[in-house]
């Protein structure tokens, strides 16, 4: 096997102290430049690789962060992971993925074991966990990013990016009154889940200031995924026929509700209007082309690591911290109420 080739090679090829050689490949400055380009080209020469398991222990970083996310089959999910993804490389940091299948046993157990690797932060993406557990476990952390998810404690080393979960609820909403519905349920996701709970008060208060009343049997919780959304679905329409249009918790439990709504012999969007949360590319290819709210994953990806490495920097997590609002897009699966007639001229 071959022997690795160490930075004291490199300094003995390049005639220079041990000192010199880490200041050129750590771009520390204080070195002639022509100095640099000489120890660099013989570094690339002799295959020379920093030892990074070395530098931690005198820089007390891995440079290395975790990441978890709750569902990675989930295109919402994914995109968030590929804009820390895009930040981490830029920066020369290292990913650890976590997926939880939605299980908050395995997120607990995740957190620990990241804790273990000793990642220098975590950026956590929709938490399932009850807050008591979440603030236990990230205090423990020199540093984490709380992507989708509030909590009520104030910690120094925990900043927050969330999406105005209520005020997309509310567009989506306005948009369906405007349309002349008024039998309008919600589909609201996992019961666990934060965001659905946000979506839910943007629904109801929707109801409440439009004056339509509201329905508790209007809103069933289900699964983030299609197959629960196709169920849902069916479920709510077998049971209440009136309702005219649907609010789901994302685009996967809409897909659903639109095959349901299908199967039942309800058109789309004539007999039944859906919106989705997310804008995920599939509500676009999907047909009828899916009315869904969009919000910047990969954005708020890239935004979670470069605020982790603020934060590492001294920058205080409050300073930091931002919410991110929702757009409207309106495509195919959204038209006026059955019983509205088009408005004239």
């Known amino acids: 096997m071959n022997k690795r080739t160490t930075l004291a090679d490199v300094a003995r090829e390049a005639g220079v102290s041990h000192q010199t050689v880490s200041r050129a490949v750590n771009d520390k400055g204080e070195i002639d430049p022509d100095t640099r380009a000489r ?6 020469r002799l295959d020379y690789h920093p ?6 222990l005198v820089t007390r970083q891995t440079t290395t962060i975790g990441i978890i996310i709750p569902d990675i089959t989930n295109p919402f ?3 968030i992971v590929r804009g820390v993804e895009d930040c981490a490389r830029e920066h020369s940091y290292n990913l650890f993925l976590c997926n939880t299948d939605e299980d908050p046993q395995r997120e607990a157990s995740s957190l620990d074991s990241l804790l ?6 975590v950026i956590l993406c929709s938490s399932r966990l009850e807050e008591s557990d979440l603030v236990s ?5 020199p540093f984490a ?3 989708n998810r509030d909590i009520q404690s104030t910690l120094d080393n925990v900043a927050v990016i969330s999406f105005d979960d209520t005020l997309g609820a509310q567009l989506a909403m306005s948009h369906f009154i405007e349309q002349g519905h008024r039998q309008i349920a919600f589909l609201a996701g996992p019961r666990r889940s934060h965001s659905g709970e946000k979506r839910r008060e943007g629904y109801t208060s929707s109801l409440r200031k439009n004056g339509i009343r509201i329905l508790p049997n209007y809103v069933l919780p289900c699964e983030p995924n299609i197959e629960s959304g196709h169920q849902a679905a069916q479920t709510l329409l077998a049971a209440h026929p009136e309702v005219t249009a649907i609010l789901c918790y994302n685009d996967l ?3 659903g509700a639109c095959l349901a709504g299908k199967s039942l012999g309800r058109a789309i969007p004539n007999d039944l209007s859906i919106i989705g949360c997310d804008d995920i590319p599939m509500a676009a290819l999907f047909r009828p082309r899916l009315t869904s709210l969009r919000s910047p994953k990969r954005e708020a990806g890239r935004n979670a690591l470069q605020a982790l490495i603020e934060m590492m920097q001294g920058k205080q997590a409050s300073e930091i911290s931002m919410v991110i609002s929702p757009e409207l897009i309106v495509r195919e699966t959204t038209s006026l109420a059955p019983d509205r007639p088009p408005k004239q001229g």
Do not use: M, T
């Open 145 to 147: 990013i709380l992507i």
């Open 116 to 121: 273990e690797k000793r990642v220098d932060g």
């Open 253 to 255: 439990i809409a897909i």
């Open 39 to 44: 120890v660099l080209e013989i570094a690339r």
């Open 51 to 56: 030892n990074y398991f070395a530098r931690s």
């Open 137 to 141: 476990k990230l205090e423990e952390y």
């Open 77 to 79: 999910f994914s995109e």
